[in-house]
C-alpha cells in the first residue's frame, strides 16, 4: 500500500500571500488530520476530516482552513501568511471511525518557509 | 496546547544500554500513543496502549500507562544506533478525533 503523500514537500512563500497544501491519504482511510511542527510549539493540531466533514478544529485563527473531498484527499489552505507561519505541516491519515483515535500514519510533510 | 510532558528532554546513550523515557498527561485519555521521529523516515507510530491496559511490549519496546498518575513511560532495550530519533507521546485528551502531543524526548544512541 502507498503511503500518506504530501504536496509540495517544499515551499517558499512572501508575508501576505496564501499558500495550499495537499495531502492524498492512504487508501481506505477516510480520517485525515493536519498538524504543525515548530521548534518552539511543537506538534499542534489544526483539523481533523472524516468523509468530507470537519470533526474537530484546534486553536489557530481562521486564516487556516481546509477541506476534504471525496476521495478522501484533503487540502488546507493559509491566507494573509504571517512569518510565524513558517513551520513543517504534517498531515496524517488513519482508520479511524469512531470517537476514539487510533493509529495515524503521517505524510513526509510540506516544509513552508515565509520571508 | 500541549497535553503531555515527555521527561528528559535529551537523553544520549552508549548503543547495547536502555533507554527510558516518560510522558505525564493532564486530562482523562481514551488511549495513548508513541510515535519516533527521525529526518530518514518522518514520523512513525511505535505502540497504543488503551486506557483499561497497563503494560504493553513491541519488540525492543515496552511501555506502561499508569492512568491515576496520569503517566506512561516507554522503555527501549538493547538500543541501536537506528533508535537515534525524537520520541513523542500523544494522547487523544478524552475527546474525540484530535491528538495532543507532548514536547518529545531526543535519544542519541553513541556507537
Known amino acids: 500500500k502507498a503511503g500518506v503523500t504530501q504536496t509540495p514537500r517544499y515551499l517558499i512563500k512572501t508575508r501576505g500571500q496564501q499558500v495550499t497544501l495537499s495531502c492524498s491519504p492512504i487508501?481506505?482511510?477516510?480520517?485525515v488530520s493536519w498538524y504543525q511542527q515548530t521548534p518552539g510549539q511543537g506538534l499542534q493540531f489544526l483539523f481533523e476530516y472524516f468523509s468530507e466533514t470537519q470533526r474537530n478544529k484546534g486553536n489557530f485563527p481562521g486564516r487556516f482552513s481546509g477541506r476534504q473531498f471525496s476521495n478522501s484527499r484533503s487540502e488546507m489552505n493559509v491566507s494573509t501568511l504571517e512569518l510565524g507561519d513558517s513551520a513543517l505541516y504534517l498531515c496524517?491519515?488513519?482508520?479511524?471511525?469512531?470517537?476514539?483515535?487510533?493509529?495515524?500514519?503521517f505524510g513526509p510533510g510540506t516544509r513552508l518557509t515565509v520571508l | 496546547s500541549q497535553q503531555g510532558e515527555e521527561d528528559p528532554q535529551a537523553l544520549s546513550i552508549q548503543e547495547g544500554e536502555n533507554a527510558t523515557m516518560n510522558c505525564s498527561y493532564k486530562t482523562s485519555i481514551n488511549n495513548l500513543q508513541w510515535y519516533r521521529q527521525n529526518s530518514g523516515r518522518g514520523l512513525v507510530h511505535l505502540i497504543l496502549i488503551r486506557s483499561n491496559e497497563r503494560e504493553k511490549h513491541s519488540g525492543r519496546l515496552r511501555v506502561t500507562l499508569d492512568t491515576s498518575k496520569k503517566s506512561s513511560s516507554l522503555l527501549i532495550t538493547a538500543s541501536r544506533a537506528a533508535d537515534t530519533a525524537s520520541y513523542f507521546c500523544?494522547?487523544?485528551?478524552?475527546?474525540?478525533?484530535?491528538?495532543?502531543w507532548g514536547a518529545g524526548t531526543k535519544l542519541i544512541i553513541k556507537p
Open positions: 496524517a491519515s488513519s482508520l479511524a471511525t469512531s470517537g476514539v483515535y487510533n493509529e495515524q500514519f
Open positions: 500523544a494522547t487523544d485528551g478524552g475527546s474525540n478525533y484530535q491528538l495532543i
Open positions: 487508501s481506505g482511510h477516510r480520517s
